[in-house]
């Protein structure tokens, strides 16, 4: 394997040049699969489920236990507190998902159905591409460069100097 970046060979995979410290990848090596959205999703529901039950059982704990004795440090009632504040995070973030579940829902069969539906297709092949288009006008084209029409002018006034 050569390095990209300065050329040198016989360079391992997955290991970094021994000339100017590149990272090598192995290219051989198959990429990952990309998860659905769908399981991000779920994976989101799910933790954020886990997360405010989690949170709201301590601060519980937290304040009954322990904030509830006379003396109790005020420390743990800024953790119950924090904790409290942590479920309340984590319920608009599972609503927020619940939401974009149900977009994606409704988004997703919608597209499909519009691709392969015969009235889509109808809309896209309606009109041939030569009645939607203008007749190029090619006498009124712009050379692409500057230069583009001057070198033949160069060679013509080369060719008059010499007869």
């Not at 489920?49 to 304040?63: D, R």
């Not at 712009?142 to 002018?153: I, Q």
Request: proline letters at 6%.
């Amino acid at each position: 394997m050569f390095c990209p970046r300065c050329g040198r060979a016989d360079q391992l995979p997955d290991t970094y040049c021994r000339q100017c410290g590149l990272l090598l990848p192995d290219l051989s090596k198959t990429i990952k699969r990309e998860r659905p959205a769908e399981e991000h999703l779920n994976a989101n529901t799910w933790l954020s489920v886990l997360t405010i039950v989690a949170s709201f059982t301590l601060s519980i704990l937290l304040f009954v236990v322990l904030g509830s004795k006379p003396g109790a440090h005020p420390l743990i009632h800024v953790t119950a507190g924090l904790l409290l504040a942590i479920g309340g995070w984590h319920i608009q973030s599972f609503i927020r998902t619940q939401q974009l579940k149900k977009q994606w829902k409704r988004r997703s069969p919608r597209a499909e159905i519009e691709a392969t539906s015969p009235e889509a297709q109808q809309v896209f092949n309606a009109a041939p591409t030569g009645k939607l288009l203008e007749e190029a006008d090619l006498a009124s084209t712009v050379p692409t460069s500057v230069t583009e029409n001057t070198t033949r002018h160069l060679a013509d006034a080369h060719q008059a100097k010499l007869l």
